[in-house]
């Protein structure tokens, strides 16, 4: 069975750093582009950042762009996103998700909620 | 950067009847536009990529349609499991791109 788990999120102060980890099981890891969308309270969604198979080549939203890192470790197939100068804007249920390099994100995890607040 | 823009914001259907979503791109995506379902407190769901192509599992009353900058999804006759909200997205540029989702509720 195809399984996305996401930990981290909690709540972090304004400012502040956090690391979200997206465990994979049930397929291929390294043969796949990955990806981090997120979703504010009540809002729709919002791509975050992609990574490619290899992790070569890493993409990101302009809102995250300097301060958010993707990254991953084929080895344990494992997804990572790291968060730092956190703002309230950025609390979200943030979605590790398979795909969204090359074509759509077929498969998503349940989410893990980040809080930005003092 | 491409902009998605869904219509309507919300849709009313009764049990049955015919759904018809709409998606529009600023610029031309090609075929590169996924249609999502996201019921509350879940994540969401791949329902077509390529902009016609239904993900595994997806009952056919799903159907999409479109390229360039105008997209539609239809759900021929909407079921109790259909009333959520749904999300086009656009994978033809940087950055990914999503709609602002059309809900749809039950008349």
């Known amino acids: 069975e195809v399984q996305l788990l996401e930990s981290g999120g909690g709540l972090a102060q304004p400012g502040g750093s956090l690391r979200l980890t997206c465990a994979v099981s049930g397929f291929t890891f390294s043969s796949h582009g990955m990806s981090w969308v997120r979703q504010a309270p009540g809002k729709g969604l919002e791509w975050v950042s992609s990574i490619v198979n290899s992790g070569g080549s890493t993409f990101y939203a302009d809102s995250v762009k300097g301060r958010f890192t993707i990254s991953r470790d084929n080895s344990k197939n494992t997804l990572y996103l790291q968060m730092n100068s956190l703002r309230a804007e950025d609390t979200a249920v943030y979605y590790c998700a398979k795909g969204g390099v090359f074509w759509a994100s077929d498969i998503w995890g349940q989410g893990t909620m980040v809080t930005i607040s003092s | 950067e491409r902009v998605m823009t869904q219509s309507p914001g919300t849709l009313s259907v009764s049990p049955g009847e015919r759904a018809t979503l709409s998606c529009r791109a600023s610029?031309?995506?090609?075929?590169?536009l996924a249609w999502y379902q996201q019921k509350p407190g879940q994540a969401p769901r791949l329902l077509i990529h390529?902009?016609?192509t239904r993900a595994t599992g997806v009952p056919a009353r799903f159907s999409g349609s479109g390229s360039g900058t105008e997209f539609t999804l239809t759900i021929s006759s909407l079921q109790s499991e259909d009333f959520a909200v749904y999300y086009c997205?656009?994978?033809?540029?940087?950055?990914?791109?999503f709609g602002q989702g059309t809900k749809v509720e039950i008349k």
């Open positions: 610029q031309s995506v090609n075929s590169d």
């Open positions: 997205q656009q994978y033809n540029n940087w950055p990914r791109t």
């Open positions: 390529g902009a016609s």
